[in-house]
């Protein structure tokens, strides 16, 4: 049976601009493209883990602005529950990210109201039934704090995306099930950079003592992934494919290891699942356009393995 995920989280609007390199300080460069997608690291995760065929609900915020209006056309589009979105006065998140030609992005994002999403109104959002959450810091802490709380006293998974990671943002959040950052994310948080298995393995229990979360599993882009956490301690195979934009390779890897993981309870599979969706995901121009489909991370895991 399908896995029932809620997303406790973010969604925002992207600006993507196409140039052969990003400017230095105080210098211009010409562009060659732009366009607009929708994005916002929970949105992405959702219907990451909605495509692979996951059911979905969202507890989220959007601006009564025509942004919010799109990304919630988007959403019913990719067979996501919006039954629980907030509409707010204000601006609906948005993120301007520039994509360099050699496939480098850069990320400027502005939360807008989704920072207006609120934990008092979570318990709805649970009583509709999940195997597993999504979570992010693109909202309130005090919010991510009660989804986790809720969860842990339901037996619901939690799977906390550590982005835009500061150094204390785990500070005061209860104990979770898998904490999946990346590298930066990662240094930020323990001040360790995963390079090898030796730092892989120290920033791993490290993260693991900060939160106290049952798995730790490191995204490290084209190396894959390390997973850690209740005598687990490997890698995740890396997937090789042709970058178009590393844009929401990420968030598709921690919706799909949710999905995975709430179904089949091994986390090593799980995040090869992930491994997959994220490196498909990086095929394609954009976050959300570019997100897999359940026939296309099986067929790339059974090609690759």
Known sequence: MSAKILLVGSVMMDLILRCERAPEPSESVLGHDY???????GSNAAVAAARAGAQVAAYASVGNDSNGDYLLERWHEAGVDTTHVLRRD???????ITLEDNGQN??????????ETPPDELEAAFDAGCDAVLLQFEIPAATNKRAIEIANERGVITVLDAGPATKNGLDGLPPGTILPPNETETKALVDIYPGDEDSCREAAKRLQQKNGCTYVVLKLGERGSYIYGEDVDTFGPPFKVDTVDPTAAGDAFTG?????????????????????AGALTCTKLGAQPSVPSAT??????????
């Open 35 to 41: 366009r607009n997608a929708p994005g916002g690291k």
């Open 256 to 276: 799909t290891l949710a999905k995975a993981y709430a179904e089949t309870g091994d986390i090593v599979a799980a995040a090869r699942y992930g491994g997959a």
């Open 90 to 96: 204000g601006n609906t998140g948005f993120v301007a």
């Open 106 to 115: 850069r990320l400027i994002i502005f939360p807008g109201v989704n920072m």
């Open 296 to 305: 296309e991370i099986d067929a790339l895991i059974a090609e690759q393995g």
